[in-house]
């Protein structure tokens, strides 16, 4: 089995292209289920945002199965292949499993380090577990990648500085206050750039947001959807008595906000300091103001040299994430490499408990006198005899495995399958599913564990523990 991923992004397709062959909530179900009818395909997870549709699958032929999954998705968004296949990009193997943990870690984004990709990494596991078509590969592919993703937002402080104007805005009014609970915000303008620092705003906690713009009707459309309440443009000078932020934001021409209209809040607001943010291109903000005692004005240059300082500290930092990622991946090629040794750990079992119950059925049958707890003692001895010594062999194997890589694991699954003389198992044998869930459970750490979710069947597959909303 092999691992590919394929997709398009903001670096190789243009948005148009993007918005065609994105996928909504609603139609991953049916998009997810079309994919992994696929002849070629075993398991699928399908990837779609604003800036992405990445589809990651285990395949049986990976050029083969890309050009059919290419050819789907196309289908699906009513587009010829060809429309698509120019702007794919495609990756196998170890490859794909750092591209998805680059991915999830906000490394490969638009804005380096933004954590809005990592939620939306686990949206579509757990859209793809709930559709049934991720099997115990892609199970722990997706687990570790939320893993990698985590530690480098934890590890490193790659998400911690503001990259977007609104954004820093709302950040530098933060440490002004220490704290936005409970301060009343003056927001000039109903734009888009007006409806992402609103946004920023109720994430900061703010007790209430005005809205003023020059057509009333945006404003109250703004406000009401973030619970904030409207006013109309000329109510602004009064608002400034009593706001202690203003965020302003509008494409007016000439100053919204003067020195005199400025300068008469200060006189009524008896000391109490206001800061203004003009993130406008022009300025909507007299920069007059800024000469103001008790008045604290910074213009989108100030905020645009903080981001462009925050940008470069976020890539130093993606230093250190990019090692953390390759460490993950590190992690997941072990892991890999044990399942070359899995089934042949599997047999080894099977073979040495069946030779274990029959000798012990022939021995307990020339004793009939023994009593239920004699008997008892002598299968605990059997049963101890026999894991004592497998143990070794087991373990060596999962270290050839771990250590040697999967060429060498294979060798030795092949020679201790020749001197043991091992059948290979059936699939549908209720044995193995079985003997899986004893070696899950003497593997170790769960994360260790080969077995990371069920098998895929005509039921939903379910993974194990699938992570919770908000936590990486």
């Not at 394929?6 to 991953?28: D, I, K, Q, W, Y």
């Not at 069920?454 to 936590?471: M, N, S, V």
Request: aromatic share 4%; hydrophobic share 45%; charged share 25%.
């Amino acid at each position: 089995m092999h691992l590919i991923a394929l997709g398009m992004n903001h670096r190789t397709a243009p948005v148009e292209l993007r918005e065609r062959l994105a996928f909504s909530a609603p139609e991953l179900p049916a998009a997810l289920t079309r994919l992994a009818a696929l002849d070629e395909v075993a398991e699928v997870v399908l990837l779609s945002t604003c800036n992405r549709t990445e589809v990651y699958a285990t395949v049986t032929a990976p050029a083969q199965a890309a050009a059919r999954l290419a050819a789907t998705l196309a289908e699906l968004r009513g587009l010829p292949a060809e429309a698509i296949t120019p702007f794919l990009y495609r990756h196998e193997e170890l490859e794909a499993v750092r591209h998805l943990f680059r991915v999830a870690a906000g490394l490969d984004s638009m804005v380096l380090g933004e954590t809005q990709i990592l939620g939306q990494v686990r949206d579509a596991y757990r859209q793809a577990a709930e559709t049934g078509v991720v099997g115990k590969y892609m199970h722990h592919l997706m687990h570790q990648a939320l893993a990698a993703a985590k530690r480098a937002h934890t590890e490193t402080a790659i998400s911690e500085m503001p990259v977007s104007v609104p954004y820093a805005a709302v950040e530098l009014a933060k440490k002004l206050f220490q704290s936005l609970q409970g301060r009343t915000v003056l927001c000039i303008g109903a734009g888009e750039m007006a409806e992402l620092t609103v946004r920023h705003l109720v994430a900061a906690g703010v007790g209430q947001i005005l809205v003023a713009n020059r057509t009333l009707e945006r404003a109250e459309k703004l406000a009401g959807a973030f619970g904030g309440r409207a006013i109309p443009l000329e109510a602004v000078p009064g608002a400034l008595q009593e706001v202690d932020v203003v965020i302003s934001s509008t494409g007016a021409e000439g100053y919204l906000l003067t020195r005199e209209m400025v300068e008469r809040a200060l006189r009524a607001r008896r000391g109490r300091p206001i800061f203004l943010f003009d993130i406008a291109v022009p300025r909507d903000v007299d920069p007059a103001v800024g000469e103001l005692e008790g008045a604290f004005l910074y213009n989108i240059d100030d905020l645009e040299q903080v981001v462009a300082q925050n940008l470069q500290e976020r890539a130093r930092e993606a230093v250190r994430a990019e090692a953390i990622v390759a460490e993950e991946v590190e992690r997941f090629q072990a892991w890999l490499n044990t399942q070359a040794v899995v089934p042949t750990i599997r047999q080894l079992r099977e073979k040495a408990d069946r030779i274990r119950q029959a000798e012990l059925q022939r021995a307990l049958g020339r004793l009939p006198n023994l009593s239920d707890r004699e008997r008892k003692v002598i299968e605990a001895l059997t049963v101890a005899i026999v894991n004592k010594i497998l143990n070794d062999p087991t373990q060596e194997l999962k270290r050839l495995a771990e250590d040697g890589g999967r060429g060498e694991a294979r060798a030795a699954a092949a020679l201790v399958a020749r001197l043991f003389r091992l059948e290979p198992a059936r699939a549908d044998d209720p044995a193995v599913a079985a003997a899986d869930r004893a070696l899950r459970a003497s593997w170790g750490r769960p994360e260790d564990c080969p077995v990371a979710g069920r098998r895929r069947t005509g039921a939903a597959a379910e993974p194990e523990a699938l992570p919770a909303p908000g936590d990486g």
